[in-house]
């Protein structure tokens, strides 16, 4: 085995145990804005029709990343792009959900803690970066967990309750690229 070879060999495992990694903070993501759409769906007034819609595609989008990378060969930097287009996604999920429910604190603290979430995802798949930072991954994950207990205190999310399905749709090339796929 030359040098390349067991380079190679190392960074196998490495880039299969981030990909679990980022896979694991996509799926909360992904679950994250597929329940958000939910109840922006169940809460929305009927002139919110527009809050259900945005809702119902950044679930989309989410599933979208979420499908992305579980199909795909472990690569850090592109698996930590889907990780943050989940987050990003979610982080637009809660803002409909704010929206719907107007001033109340629960769902300001829940809205700030998913757009934190979708920061430290940001940062983590970054050009410095690029999904394999352990610290700035440790960091995403930390304001995942964050974002997903806001959510539980606003009323978004209940624990144990079954995460609703979301239909990928078409994978259409324009949304791909706009996620940097």
Not at 23 to 50: G, I, K, P
Request: glycine residues 6%.
């Amino acid at each position: 085995m030359n040098e390349h070879e067991h380079g190679h060999v190392e960074r196998e495992p490495l880039a299969a145990s981030l990909k679990a990694l980022h896979a694991t903070r996509a799926e909360s993501a992904a679950a994250r804005a597929a329940a958000l759409s939910r109840y922006v769906e169940q809460h929305a007034s009927q002139d919110q029709a527009d809050a259900v819609w945005k809702a119902a595609h950044a679930a989309r989008v989410a599933a979208q990343a979420l499908a992305v990378l579980s199909e795909s060969e472990p690569d850090p930097a592109a698996d930590s792009r889907c990780a943050r287009n989940a987050a990003s996604s979610a982080a637009q999920a809660s803002q409909m959900a704010q929206l719907v429910d107007g001033a109340v604190a629960f769902a300001a603290a829940a809205c700030k803690a998913a757009l934190k979430a979708s920061l430290a995802a940001g940062t983590a798949s970054g050009a410095k970066a690029l999904g394999a930072d352990e610290g700035l991954n440790s960091e995403a994950d930390m304001a995942e967990r964050a974002a997903v207990t806001a959510a539980e205190d606003a009323g978004w999310i209940r624990p144990g309750e079954e995460v609703p399905g979301v239909a990928t749709g078409v994978r259409s090339p324009e949304v791909m690229a706009m996620m940097h796929l």
